[in-house]
């Protein structure tokens, strides 16, 4: 059972994503909040699989809470899911360590199939926004982090093979399976790929190599 703790500020919201969640045989949501706070506060207490958070929240948003997490040492998969499919936004989200990113439009297959991505130690970026983020990207709208200045290795035609997979979405375990490797290769050469480009996780990874052109 994926155990899931949803994050919105409007409780109409909550209670009806939780409905939709509900339906699904493998997905539970073991706790609610309202911001990011509580939301911080929840993910301590309960220790969810996935945490299903919304940005635009009073007081402390999702950004927040996202921040709060890493600084926590806390590394539960964030799934953002949001109306808003701002290009700016999508960077802070994903720099500040969503693993996903999802539009309040999608389907509940598309949801939970999401869901089950990031459990399973995947990301998921909607096809839409991964597409104004490649044009923000590659246009220059989107300004470099620190990361993005710091000496690149090359990478080896084996090593792009993963990182475009880990682009796409796929866990460790998916990529083992395509490529016909051990798991534990495989989490070896993500880890190399982190290590060649100057990153500390998948995301930064994708963000970094899109800026340089290797995705593109």
């Known amino acids: 059972m994926i155990r899931v703790l949803l994050v ?3 409780t109409l919201v909550r209670q009806g994503i ?19 706070m509580t939301a911080l506060a929840a993910v301590r207490e309960h220790a969810p699989d996935v945490v299903l958070l919304d940005l635009r929240m009073p007081r402390h948003d999702g950004i927040w809470a996202l921040e709060a997490m890493r600084e926590s040492g806390i590394d539960t998969p964030a799934l953002v899911l949001t109306t808003f499919d701002d290009d700016d936004l999508v960077l802070r989200a994903l720099r500040a360590g969503a693993r996903g990113y ?4 999608v389907t509940l297959e598309q949801l939970t199939g999401a869901v089950r991505t990031l459990a399973d130690g995947g990301t998921l970026v909607q096809p839409s926004i991964t597409d104004q983020l490649l044009r923000a990207v590659r246009s220059g709208a989107a300004e470099p982090e620190e990361d993005d200045r710091v000496p690149v290795q090359d990478l080896t035609e084996r090593e792009l093979e993963v990182l475009r997979l880990v682009a796409a979405g796929y866990s460790n375990r998916e990529i083992a399976h395509g490529m016909f490797l051990a798991e534990g290769t495989v989490k070896n050469h993500v880890s190399t790929v982190l290590l060649k480009l100057g990153t500390r996780d998948r995301t930064r990874a994708v963000l970094r190599a899109l800026h340089l052109g290797i995705l593109g």
Do not use: T
Not at 18 to 36: C, F, H, Q, T, Y
Not at 102 to 105: G, N, Q
């Open 8 to 10: 919105d500020d409007q």
């Open 18 to 36: 939780r409905s939709l969640l509900e339906i699904a045989p493998d997905v539970e949501v073991v706790a609610e909040a309202e911001d990011g």
């Open 102 to 105: 999802l539009l309040k439009d």
